[in-house]
């Protein structure tokens, strides 16, 4: 490595304002029509979507695997989705004769409700446990243009509710009522935006000057909101995508701009005017805001190739808000400096007169610096001890993540006292924990006596407790019997059995009758989609860290620097999913023990990997400044950190409170989506920005910046800062 490849060239004058910079120039200059332009935009959008109605939609299609060929096959002769009924269980101690006049008149009026069709009573099929205490009522329920609406399960719950009392226990069980249960909440939100203004207030010491950022995101949140509305018409976004937009737009739209915001506060303090401290913050600051978005569109973008249909239209809503989000950051954010900022600059000239009255004027801004700087000196003098000590913790975090198990969450994990988790407690006591989630074992082929075979076949497998059927579809072309596992529906026996009986039990089968059997139903479903994910997963990781790590080579023009940044990435993100598992899986802290969502792998990686390198791009890109200007790799080390460690752990602990407020969702998806998120942000601004990074970059020195001729002639001249 020649000496000269690491000699850092004389810094460049300052460029002219670049478009980012002539953009916030001219919403500053035009500030009430800026600001008057997204309130109309928001207003549009929101009222746009509620016009509209409700386009959500849910896409369980897994092309390719068993069980949608099974639920193909089912749709195409006329059998009706396990998600269009639901369960009504009841229990009476006595013996459910004892109040058969009761449950008579509860079911005939279950039927006269909307969107039901039927209601076949436990009297009827069989629906009664032998001890006669405990049985079911199936509600088929009608869609009405792709879905059952809301207020129609509500009324059904409420109404199997109001009967529950005097000895009769009454619950209703199945995804559709379920979903409408869990539709509750809104708590989350409210708490998390509290918590990032109460943050910003201690950072900033000023209410209006803390309310800029949060009010950015609140506009981009809203207008992404109700574009999604709009969009969910044209393609498939799931219903449980508001809140999730809602989680991340916050979290990022609150950073991005806090990040923004801090540039124009140093600049103030530089002595530049508010339209040249603007201008100049956007000129740096949010180059990294856009940098970093691009970064968590691309990896979300990359989520929609993998041809997971209930994750294209989340990744792609969720891409949209951060794009909306930058959006308001390079444009609504210096309106709103503009309007409030004499306020502003008056507090931020005021409370640095105070600093230096009682600090001196040769401290450090507020003495964080001061800290900051410390903790690189310290960090400095120890590095190898000190990186050593935080990848082992990390480690020590990622290692439960090499026995996660990915699924769905039935309604065993619900909260105790849901109508959904009592239904699912009175079903496994009544009639076995397997009974939730049967096996739906699809004939194509042959007749009443090849299905008697295959129902004969089933129940003489290890691990069946039971079947029914076999239950022939009204064209005769099918027939399909239901296997009811040993285990509970999220068990890993039940996932063993499904593998054993398309292995083992209905492939040679198949070989000797000719005909075609597939397992399917939402529990095998569950099943494939956490191995196509499973599958997947290396291949999407490995396109998103290629690009990111282009990306910043572009960005620092050097070789180790993104090489080191991805690694710490995923050591960040595997993290966060092994505190997930011991918390969800294995029940700590009291959560119900259960799979993690097969979905939230990935999307934990796409969102997490592109916020992380927000802070690597702001930390590293101060470095660089001071490593082009002074040519100290250990003073550019220092220097970095004391100008950006307090505005990346207030960023940080801002983007923390609101997602760990997600765990107060009563979503479990969104109680892991928010903890996960959470913990992988902290870790990375605690643990790597403020420790880990430090210390490598002082054991690389001078080589941190070293990049190849042959990649320096294909770059070419660099010519602008980073960052």
């Known amino acids: 490595m020649a000496h000269t490849e690491t000699t850092p060239p004389p810094a460049a004058a300052i460029p002219p304002p670049g478009r980012l910079g002539r953009i916030a120039a001219r919403s500053m200059r035009h500030r009430k029509a800026a600001l008057l332009l997204w309130l109309v935009l928001v207003a549009a959008l929101t009222a746009g979507a509620q016009t509209a109605g409700d ?135 409210g708490a998390g935006m509290l918590a990032a203004l109460a943050i910003l207030v201690l950072f900033f010491g000023s209410l209006v000057a803390a309310a800029v950022p949060l009010v950015t995101a609140v506009f981009a949140v809203g207008g992404a909101l109700g574009l999604i509305g709009l969009a969910a018409h044209l393609f498939t976004v799931a219903d449980f995508t508001p809140p999730v937009m809602m989680l991340v737009g916050l ?30 913050a956007m000129e740096v600051a949010g180059r990294t805001v856009l940098f970093a978005g691009c970064t968590v569109i691309i990896a979300l973008l990359g989520l929609v190739v993998l041809g997971l249909g209930a994750l294209q239209g989340v990744a792609l809503s969720v891409a949209l808000t951060v794009l909306v989000t930058m959006a308001a950051s390079v444009t609504l954010l210096p309106a709103l400096l503009a309007l409030t900022g004499a306020r502003i600059e008056r507090h931020v000239l005021a409370r640095e007169a105070k600093r230096r009255a009682k600090h001196g004027p040769a401290a450090d801004e507020g003495t964080g610096g001061g800290r900051w700087a410390a ?101 005769g072309a099918l027939t399909t019997v239901l296997a009811f596992p040993e285990a509970g529906p999220q068990d890993e026996a039940t996932a063993a059995l499904v593998r054993d009986l398309r292995a083992d039990v209905l492939a040679p089968l198949a070989e000797e009758s000719g005909e075609r059997y597939l397992v399917g139903g939402p529990t095998a479903a569950a099943l494939d989609f956490a191995d196509s994910v499973g599958a ?72 997490v990997f592109g916020l992380s390198m927000d802070y690597e791009v702001f930390l590293v890109s101060r470095m660089r400044e001071a490593w082009l200007r002074t040519g100290d790799a250990r003073l550019a080390v220092g220097e970095g950190l004391a100008a950006t460690g307090k505005v990346i752990t207030a960023a940080a602990a801002i983007m923390v409170v609101v997602f760990a407020a997600f765990v107060l969702s ?58």
Not at 93 to 114: I, K, Q, W, Y
Not at 432 to 447: C, D, I, N, Q
Not at 677 to 704: F, H, K, Q, S, Y
């Open 55 to 189: 386009g959500y939609r849910n896409d369980h299609s897994l092309p390719g695997t068993d069980s949608q060929a099974a639920a193909d096959l089912l749709a195409g002769h006329g059998v009706e989705p396990e998600d269009r009924t639901a369960r009504i269980v009841l229990k009476n101690p006595d013996g459910l004769d004892a109040d058969r006049g009761r449950v008579t008149a509860l079911l005939d009026e279950v039927e006269g409700l909307p969107s039901v069709t039927s209601v076949h009573g436990p009297w009827s099929g069989g629906a009664v446990s032998r001890d006669g205490t405990i049985g079911y009522a199936t509600v088929a329920l009608a869609d009405q243009d792709g879905h059952i609406p809301a207020e129609d399960l509500a009324r059904l719950l409420d109404t199997v509710r109001a009967a529950d009392g005097d000895g009769l226990r009454t619950a209703v069980g199945g995804e559709a009522t379920r979903g409408a249960e869990e539709a509750g909440g809104g708590a989350a939100e």
């Open 666 to 723: 009563p979503s479990r998806m969104l109680q892991q989506f928010g903890l996960a998120l959470a913990v992988a942000v902290l870790l990375d601004a605690v643990v790597i920005r403020c420790l880990i990074v430090p210390a490598v970059m002082r054991l690389l020195g001078a080589r941190a910046w070293w990049l190849p001729r042959p990649l320096d002639r294909v770059l070419g001249p660099s010519g602008a800062r980073a960052g």
């Open 536 to 607: 997947r997963l290396p291949l999407f990781v490995a396109v998103v860290v290629g690009l990111s790590t282009l990306l910043l080579l572009a960005v620092f023009r050097s070789l180790l620097v993104p090489l080191k940044a991805a690694v710490l990435n995923l050591l960040s993100i595997s993290a966060a999913l092994g505190v997930i598992t011991l918390v969800f899986q294995n029940g700590w802290f009291g959560a119900s023990s259960g799979p993690v969502e097969a979905f939230i792998p990935v999307m934990v990686f796409a969102i």
């Open 251 to 280: 979290g990022v739209g609150v950073d991005y701009a806090l990040l923004i915001f801090h540039r124009y506060r140093t600049e103030l303090l530089a002595g530049a005017d508010r339209e040249t401290a603007a201008v100049r």
């Open 375 to 475: 903790l690189a000196a310290a960090v400095g003098r120890r590095p190898l001890p000190v990186l050593l000590a935080g990848v082992a913790v990390l480690a020590a975090l990622s290692a439960p993540v090499l026995g996660m198990r990915l699924g769905f969450a039935d309604a065993g994990t619900d909260p105790v006292g849901s109508s959904s988790r009592t239904a699912y407690d009175l079903t496994a006591e009544g009639f076995g924990p397997g009974f939730s989630g049967p096996l739906v074992v699809v004939a194509e082929g042959g007749g009443a006596a090849s299905g008697q075979a295959l129902a004969a076949t089933l129940g003489e497998v290890e691990g069946v407790a039971a079947v029914e059927g076999p239950f022939p579809s009204g064209d």
